[in-house]
């Protein structure tokens, strides 16, 4: 079983939809991050938290430490918010980073 | 702020040549990573450097690939020989210090061996 699990791992919505995407970990972290990745391009990091929900923009990030697990909400989708989304923790025996899987959000206009 | 500097950003070269790449990270990120992404799968771990010194290179293939940070600021990763399998875009993210804070990534050098 993967430290990281992330779903689901592809979603196709249409434009305006309000989207949600899960993490879920197993091991004790100290940081959670959101990512993201569009075609061809580099990651840029959406959020950092360790606690609590952040906003920017369209986009919300909520953890909830006891049940270990993270979700990734964009509001209003557009197509331009097509992109894989990335969850990693800060955590593990030596407290590096451990990486999901991705979720590939496609948005139809 | 400058970003994560990256060179080359497309690399073509024949198996069993040599291939190096560079990363100038952001100034003052004590941190440096590279990760290789093979096409379809996430980023896998390289290397990461705190100032000068290696954290973590439990998955470089060290009979092939080296990675350097003399000065603690800018990096060379660098792969010889090249096999087919190494095709893949090789990321440089830096951060603050460590995991635990924002991360800052490249354009990626993508490499493609024939």
């Known amino acids: 079983k993967n430290e990281v699990e992330q779903s689901p791992q592809n979603l196709t919505a249409q434009e305006g939809e309000f989207i949600t995407i899960n993490c879920s970990y197993s091991?004790?972290?100290?940081?959670l991050h959101w990512l993201q990745q569009h075609p061809g391009g580099g990651i840029v990091s959406l959020f950092m938290l360790s606690s609590g929900k952040k906003k920017h923009g369209r986009l919300i990030a909520t953890i909830n430490i006891q049940e270990k697990h993270s979700s990734l909400h964009i509001t209003a989708s557009h197509p331009r918010d097509s992109a894989v989304y990335i969850c990693a923790v800060t955590g593990g025996s030596n407290y590096q980073l451990i990486w999901g899987a991705g979720t590939k959000l496609i948005i139809k206009p | 702020e400058a970003g994560v500097a990256q060179s080359p950003r497309y690399k073509i070269i024949e198996k069993r040549q040599s291939v190096a790449f560079w990363c100038n990270p952001i100034s003052g990120h004590a941190t440096l990573y590279w990760y290789q992404q093979i096409l379809g799968q996430g980023p896998k771990l390289l290397i990461q450097?705190?100032?000068?010194?290696?954290?973590?290179d439990s998955q470089l293939p060290k009979d092939r690939f080296s990675a350097e940070r003399l000065k603690g600021v800018d990096s060379t990763l660098k792969i010889q020989p090249a096999k087919l399998e190494d095709s893949a875009v090789y990321l440089c993210?830096?951060?603050?210090?460590?995991?635990?804070?924002?991360?800052?990534f490249g354009s990626g050098t993508q490499l493609s061996v024939l």
């Open positions: 450097f705190q100032n000068n010194g290696v954290v973590d």
């Open positions: 993210a830096s951060s603050p210090q460590g995991a635990n804070e924002k991360l800052f």
């Open positions: 091991v004790g972290i100290s940081a």
